[in-house]
Every structure is written in structure tokens, then in C-alpha cells.
């Protein structure tokens, strides 16, 4: 498992326009991880993040 700056560090990047995520209920770890990066490590915010809204990590979340 990678958090949003291992992945830009894997592959060389500084950072991304348009963040698209689709993890079948990871999706707010995800933004969590990204949302840390970008205030702690200083990484630039993406332009844009697309995700799905279908439910899948409500029940997840609210027991977390």
C-alpha cells in the first residue's frame, strides 16, 4: 500500500492535475493521504479528483 507521496515518489512526480480514484471503498483513506501530503509535504493540490459516490465506504467510515 502506497500513500498519495509514495506514488508521486515512485514514479518521479511532482504532483498531478487530475486525480482519479476508484477503490471500491478506499476512496477516503485516499483523500486523507492526499489531503496530508499536500498540507504537510508541501505537494501541489491536484487540479481536479474525481471519485465515486456509491456508498461503498459509509459503512467503514462511520465505524472508524
Not at 41 to 49: F, K, N, S, T, Y
Request: glycine fraction near 8%; charge should be negative.
Amino acid at each position: 500500500m502506497y500513500t498519495f507521496k509514495g506514488v508521486l515518489d515512485l514514479y518521479n512526480a511532482a504532483g498531478c492535475e487530475v486525480l482519479i480514484i476508484d477503490a471500491e471503498g478506499a476512496d477516503c483513506e485516499i483523500l486523507k493521504s492526499v489531503l496530508r501530503s499536500c498540507k504537510l509535504e508541501g505537494i501541489e493540490w491536484p487540479r481536479a479528483i474525481r471519485f465515486e459516490t456509491r456508498g461503498h465506504a459509509d459503512f467503514k467510515e462511520q465505524n472508524s
